[in-house]
């Protein structure tokens, strides 16, 4: 296609995500530099009968001439990146040479926002990722195996969990775990204590959050893997029963191979997801026991006072983040296309 | 079926536990919470026994039906979620429109040319895909509240739209590769601009892509819940965030009920899509996957 058409089919769809995905990231970006005026304080006295007190009040006119002025704020370099609610460096130095062991170290680091917060949607990507795979292709297989009439049903009900709106669907869940839903009785009586509560342990949480995360997450590993059993070679199968292969041998051998690079692709696209964890959080009322990085720029947002700064620098290191987890697949994609042409 | 094939029965009665468990893991908690939606909230969390949802003794006691549409009056009337349905119909009305007007374009062009600069425009978007969308919300609000945008449904449109676009574009570009070249080019051999042999040859074909990416694009704007929330007002809220706002409000004055029916509000029209449109989920999902 020659330039010029070119140029106005993509137009309408540049203007729209230059306008709206690449100024924000610049202005996050540039934000996260700056950090809000600080109020112009006057101080008068007042001199009455019995003494003078001093007295400080707010200038809200020299203020607001000042925000007009530089709207953007202070400059003030990185130091918001570097403060007690992000990197937190002079916490964690003194930290360091406080402590006797890296155990303790890190688990003071841990207390910290920002680490607290990585430090989850960390641990929730690194293991909810691999046990969706496990659980999707298990499904696959099985349903593969299934009678032909039931696969329709049986696929139906297994889009369910992905397709509903993830705040919903926590919900559900988070409803059936409550004390006095069905799932939280019943650990009540198999855990044989009256008091257990989901919602008041953090590691009984961190597991809720992550059983959510896989039961959302394999219907999609499933489908994809169910495409990928359909194009299995029947022949190399067959070929591999005649050499005396036995069933598990066939899967490990034929099976697996011919599905490996949906693998690299479930898994790529699960790390994204998993790194944006956020909705689950908001609906099982979590925030105490687990965050995620998503989850501190929505509270910060969120709040009656908007800190602006501290989102914008929360959201490049997010997008930092989001980068390195990436940089496979655009080198990937890259070696695909100089292939191609 | 040759008996080498044949399953051993162990391994038979392990398929049909595991796949009935599978069920019951997926569909349970959507049939529970249906089920319970039509209880009082003495059932649906009952510290005596929990059959009591099943049963709806608390419910008889205090309607003197075992089933009740309490929950569906206070949430759709009495706290207004009908404004935020209508909200959503709106708001997923324009998004799916508009992104696919502009989305079918681009990725038109995106599949025709073989420029070094068709490629690294997908690999721009790839690159937006894969950004959480909150990260964006920062860079939104002092603009908005500047320009006075901020809470208006069109603005939540707008901004849906651009953060679908990578996606629609990654999408419909892959189906657009899947319909030859000779089509349009002989229209142009013809005499037709890029532009007629578009409008005349391609869009005829294409609309059972167009469709996969429409269903995909009408489930990222429905269930959106990180913009919507930040940058809507109160009034203009779609269904999410006003499920996420009965949370903070209705738990505490003993309506839970009313989320518990906004939910199941909120979650069948999705299964009616999923219903008729299973096929094309199914190789959406697939689309990107089997070829990449």
Known sequence: MKHKPFFWFVLPSSIAMLLFIFLPIVSVVVQSLFVEHEQVIIESENCGPFGCTKATSVDQEATAALRAERPLGQFAGLKTYLDRGHL???????????????????????NLPLY???????TYTAIVTPLTIILGFMIAVAVNAAAKIIKGP???????????????????????????????ASLQVLANDPSLSVKASTPLMWIMLMVYGVWHAAPFAFIVYYAGLQTVNTDTLEAAMIDGATRWERIKYVVIPHLLPLTTFIALIQLMDNFRVFEPIVSFAASAHATSLSWAIYNDLGGETRQLSSAAATSVLTIIGVAILLSPVIVRTYRDFTRKV | MSIAQQKPVSLKVFTVVFLTAWMLIAAFPFLWTLWGSFKVEGDFFSKADWANALFGNMTTIETGDSFTGQGYSGAWIQEEFWRSAVNTVLVCLFVVTI?????????????????????????????????????????????????NLWGHLPTAIIVLVAINQPFTLWMLHSFFNNIPKDLDESAMVDGCTRFQAFRHVIVPVMWPGVITTALFSFLLAYNDFAVTTLILSKENQTMVPKIASFLGTTQTKGNVMFAVAAVVSITA????????????????????????
């Open chain 2, 269 to 292: 029209p999705l299964f009616v899509m999923v219903m008729f449109f299973q096929r094309q989920i199914v190789s959406g999902l697939t689309a990107g996957a089997v070829k990449g």
């Open chain 1, 116 to 122: 607290k917060a990585l430090f989850f949607t960390l």
């Open chain 1, 88 to 110: 937190a460096t002079s916490e964690v130095a003194a930290l360091w040479r406080s402590t006797d062991s890296v155990g303790e170290f890190m688990g003071r680091m841990f």
């Open chain 2, 99 to 147: 992104s696919l007007t502009f989305g079918t374009l681009g990725a038109y062009a995106l599949s025709r040319s073989t420029y070094r600069y068709a490629f690294w425009f997908l690999i721009v978007a790839l690159i937006f895909r894969a950004m959480p969308p909150i990260t964006l919300v920062s860079g939104y609000l002092p603009v908005f509240f500047d320009y």
């Open chain 1, 154 to 184: 049986l696929i139906f009900f297994s889009l369910l969990p992905m397709i509903v709106t993830p705040l919903v669907g926590s919900l559900i869940l988070f409803w059936m775990v409550d004390a006095r839903g069905i799932l939280g």
